[in-house]
């Protein structure tokens, strides 16, 4: 039973327009919320975080929107770049276990130019 | 100057063999991991040290035993390979702070296991 889950397994968005990638989590104990950008033979890299007191975190081109409610989080990239094409994985986990990150099944985005 | 690195970056054997997958990072971090990245692509943690440590133990297979040595160097070991172990294999590292919230994991590039 998946808690946290992508649904859309690939996005494809024009370059300079905006990318919205979503993911919703099922396990009411996540606190902590992080996406991580992953390129093809290299590993995963942190992007951007948000805590469950919060419900947006911008960091320059990214924006990280938290719907508790809803249990539900996306992740909205603008503009769109063409390195920014890779596969994205959600992430949460718990405050009293922080570093047991639980990942989605990942969103690969595609950048044209 | 690789941050998280690991060897071999393939690795091709056959059932019931033994294998070790090595990691080492050099940034001084105190907390490293495993995760295996299945076929459905999901990863998933499948242990964490924490000064040499064991942390995080999930429910995996007894033929798997993490050893870490030291801090820099978390190596996992495989008995008795079977078809379904077939994953990309990822190490990653992070520094124990006291702070809510997970600890930013810097990811090694992942090694791919095929059992034939």
């Known amino acids: 039973d998946q808690q946290v889950k992508q649904n859309s397994p690939s996005l494809s968005v024009q370059e300079g327009r905006i990318s919205i990638l979503n993911c919703d989590y099922t396990?009411?104990?996540?606190?902590?919320f992080l996406w991580y950008k992953k390129y093809p033979a290299e590993g995963p890299t942190f992007l951007i975080s948000?805590?469950?007191?919060?419900d947006k975190n911008e960091d320059g081109r990214f924006t990280v929107f938290l719907n508790k409610s809803a249990k539900h989080l996306s992740l909205h990239i603008v503009p769109s770049q063409p390195g920014d094409s890779a596969v994205y994985f959600c992430?949460?986990?718990?405050?009293?276990?922080?570093?047991?990150?639980?990942f989605g099944g990942g969103t690969r985005l595609m950048v044209k130019p | 100057d690789t941050a998280v690195s690991q060897t071999p970056k393939y690795l091709v054997t056959q059932m019931g063999n033994d294998k070790s997958i090595k990691c080492e990072q050099n940034?001084?971090?105190?907390?490293m991991y495993w995760y295996k990245q299945d076929s459905k692509k999901f990863l998933k943690i499948m242990f964490s040290?924490?000064?040499?440590?064991?942390?995080i133990n999930e429910t995996v297979p007894n033929r798997f035993s993490p050893k870490s040595p030291d801090k820099a160097h978390l190596n996992l070991h495989i008995n008795s390979l079977e078809l379904g172990d077939s994953a990309v294999y990822f190490c990653?590292?992070?520094?124990?702070?006291?702070?809510?919230?997970?600890?930013?994991?810097?990811f090694g590039p992942g090694t791919r296991l095929t059992v034939t």
């Open positions: 990653a590292s992070s520094q124990w702070t006291w702070r809510l919230g997970p600890d930013e994991q810097y």
């Open positions: 396990n009411s104990m996540f606190d902590y």
């Open positions: 948000i805590s469950s007191i919060k």
């Open positions: 992430a949460a986990s718990p405050s009293n276990a922080g570093n047991m990150l639980t």
């Open positions: 940034l001084g971090h105190d907390t």
């Open positions: 040290y924490n000064n040499k440590e064991l942390i």
